[in-house]
């Protein structure tokens, strides 16, 4: 069983573009979430998709959105960044359903940076 | 408003020392809790949860919804204990909220 993949590793960018950063769950893991984790920070939940359909949200703004596809994979995408944005992205996946809460395997995480 | 709280950045014990990690949370529901390790150079990942009521690597945490707690401890710490530990809360909506962590160090 491989693991949670992520990509790519470190990506920079600049104000006011897009980035969209890439996420492998495991095989068979119908859930996955993503966290954004700042410096000295933990995670901070960004939404949770369940079978290709976003089921919960945290407090980001709508330039925050996501994909999840048939094929275990997904996105984030970020429109129009900010300097506060620049963090380390986690991805976790995990195989249950949206009601109940299974382990979730975190993947390495992207660090990103906004100049 | 839901919250998950580590008072602690820092805990240095020595190695067979007594540790407790602290971790309190705001929720008004009947809280999911857990609690994640991060091993230098390695991924998250999750040590415990408070439903399964088992042990893992000697660590326990019992959840105090008097106090809205759910303390890390462990009885005798070993130097591979040393990382940086994350007490989070699933809350409502499927949502996840994480403390800012406390490190833990383990010297020899």
């Known amino acids: 069983e491989t693991g949670v993949t992520q990509s790519p590793t470190h990506l920079i960018k600049t104000r006011g573009q897009q980035v969209t950063l890439r996420c492998s769950s495991q095989?068979?893991?119908?859930?996955v979430s993503w966290y954004q984790q700042a410096l000295g920070q933990g995670p901070q939940f960004i939404f949770q998709?369940?079978?290709?359909?976003?089921?919960g949200r945290g407090n980001f703004p709508p330039r925050f959105s996501g994909l999840q596809f048939p094929n275990y994979s997904s996105e984030l995408n970020v429109n129009a960044l900010e300097l506060d944005d620049s963090a380390l992205y986690l991805c976790?996946?995990?195989?249950?359903?949206?009601?109940?809460?299974?382990?979730?395997?975190f993947g390495p995480g992207t660090r990103l940076t906004v100049l | 408003a839901q919250r998950v709280t580590q008072p602690e950045k820092l805990l240095s014990v020595f190695k067979g020392a007594p540790v407790e990690l602290k971790c309190n949370y705001s929720?008004?529901?009947?809280?999911?809790l857990f609690w994640y390790v991060q091993y230098s150079r390695q991924r998250l990942q999750l040590l415990l949860r408070?439903?399964s009521r088992e042990s893992i690597k000697g660590f326990t945490a019992d959840l105090n919804k008097g106090e809205t707690s759910f303390h890390l401890k462990k009885p005798f710490a070993q130097e591979e204990d040393s990382a940086m530990y994350y007490c989070?809360?699933?809350?409502?909506?499927?949502?996840?909220?994480f403390g800012s962590g406390t490190k833990l160090n383990v010297k020899p």
């Open positions: 989070a809360l699933k809350g409502n909506f499927n949502k996840f909220y």
């Open positions: 929720y008004s529901g009947s809280p999911e």
């Open positions: 998709y369940y079978r290709e359909e976003e089921n």
């Open positions: 408070h439903i």
């Open positions: 976790a996946s995990s195989p249950g359903t949206s009601l109940r809460t299974d382990t979730q395997y």
């Open positions: 095989s068979g893991h119908n859930t």
